[in-house]
């Protein structure tokens, strides 16, 4: 049986757009010209890595303000028929449990090969001790272990690098 006192994910998801849309004022005139498909519909929902513990714990780097950008392999993309984020874009960052946490804005999209993702990239995505090295090992492993496309893993791979910032919770 389902406790009518526990948001169901689609209830609790609209919630925290409402809230966020309010706070971040992502609709300036609200009773004078509508509703408009943009502010409609709640902006996609995922969250960061590829296991519950994983989105935590990049979330909770999110939340601190050290991980202000992601990477995500093209192919991956592709094999989803997945468009790629473009500047100005909401996303809605999920725990490990499936809840909305954040709301972000992309601020830059680059597509690069693998090998060529720069230090800066690798310090802006607030990971381990925030190096290139640690980077392409994790991210190595990462687009091995968790890739949807039969490609297999390449330093030349195509990655879709993205910074962001938080626009809710501030």
Same mark, same amino acid.
């Given at each position: 049986?389902?406790?009518?006192?526990?948001?169901?994910?689609?209830?609790?998801?609209?919630?925290?757009?409402?809230?966020?849309?309010?706070?971040?004022?992502?609709?300036?005139?609200?009773?004078?010209? *509508?509703?408009?498909?943009?502010?409609? @519909?709640?902006?996609?929902?995922?969250?960061? *890595?590829?296991?519950?513990?994983?989105?935590?714990?990049?979330?909770? !780097?999110?939340?601190? +303000?050290?991980?202000?950008?992601?990477?995500?392999?093209?192919?991956?993309?592709?094999?989803?028929?997945?468009? !790629?984020?473009?500047?100005?874009?909401?996303?809605?960052? !999920?725990? *490990?449990?499936?809840?909305?946490?954040? @709301?972000?804005?992309?601020?830059?999209?680059?597509?690069?090969?693998?090998?060529?993702?720069?230090?800066?990239?690798?310090?802006?995505?607030?990971?381990?001790?925030?190096?290139?090295?640690?980077?392409?090992?994790?991210?190595?492993?990462?687009?091995?272990?968790?890739?949807?496309?039969?490609? +297999?893993?390449?330093?030349?791979?195509?990655?879709?690098?993205?910074?962001?910032?938080? @626009?809710?919770?501030?």
């Amino acid at each position: 049986m389902t406790d009518p006192a526990v948001p169901d994910a689609a209830e609790e998801l609209d919630r925290f757009w409402e809230a966020a849309r309010h706070q971040t004022r992502t609709n300036p005139v609200p009773g004078y010209l *509508g509703t408009y498909a943009a502010e409609a @519909l709640s902006p996609p929902a995922w969250s960061f *890595g590829g296991t519950p513990e994983q989105a935590d714990d990049l979330l909770s !780097l999110v939340l601190s +303000g050290t991980k202000t950008a992601t990477a995500g392999a093209l192919w991956d993309y592709e094999s989803e028929d997945e468009p !790629l984020p473009q500047v100005g874009d909401l996303h809605i960052i !999920l725990d *490990g449990a499936d809840h909305p946490r954040v @709301l972000i804005e992309t601020m830059s999209v680059e597509v690069t090969p693998f090998d060529e993702v720069d230090a800066e990239h690798a310090r802006l995505e607030g990971e381990g001790d925030l190096t290139l090295d640690y980077w392409r090992e994790v991210h190595e492993r990462f687009f091995t272990e968790f890739a949807t496309h039969d490609q +297999g893993f390449s330093p030349q791979m195509p990655v879709v690098l993205e910074r962001f910032r938080v @626009l809710y919770p501030r």
